[in-house]
């Protein structure tokens, strides 16, 4: 199993080669991370709502030793992540990140969500400090609500 430091560190790079090539290399390969991320999750999130992604969500953020928190509403499920590790073992080391690092969580959500009929939200707050909002709704027009109201982009990576 490789270590997450070295993981981080070779995603970083693979976005980085990727954009370098254009940024549709990048759209692409986390496209694709998506389809496959679908054929594990769209069922369970399709059957279980927001309350499935709450549970995977509350593992990941165990598993990975996330600064987080999490609820569940009426209405959405929301992630708030408060020190992302991700995003924290990319900054601490010799190498440049991504600019578009913290763009790979909306890249393979996006889709799952979409295959699984809700709809996603990002807020990056930034791309260099490890912090963002990532809400899942069940109505369309909530989600849309939610993204104007605080001028959010659900989709930043893919213009």
């Known amino acids: 199993m490789i270590p997450s430091d070295h993981f981080v560190r070779y995603y970083n790079e693979v976005f980085k080669a990727l954009e370098g090539k ?15 991320q679908s054929r594990e999750l769209a069922d369970a999130f399709r059957q279980g709502g927001i309350q499935a992604c709450y549970t995977y969500w509350s593992v990941i953020d ?10 569940l509403t009426e209405d959405y499920f929301e992630l708030r992540m408060n020190g992302c590790p ?57 989600a849309d609500a939610f993204a104007s109201e605080a001028a959010l982009v659900s989709r930043p990576y893919g213009e």
Not at 22 to 36: D, I
Request: net charge negative; aromatic share 8%.
């Open 22 to 36: 254009g940024r549709e290399h990048l759209v692409a390969y986390w496209s694709e991370l998506g389809r496959l």
């Open 62 to 71: 165990e598993e990975e030793n996330c600064d987080a928190e999490l609820a």
């Open 86 to 142: 991700s995003l924290s073992k990319v900054l601490d080391n010799d190498a440049a990140p991504s600019a578009l690092y913290c763009d790979h969580c909306m890249g393979w959500i996006e889709p799952v969500m979409q295959t699984a009929g809700l709809h996603a939200v990002m807020d990056m707050r930034s791309r260099t400090e490890p912090h963002c909002v990532f809400r899942v709704y069940a109505d369309k027009a909530l």
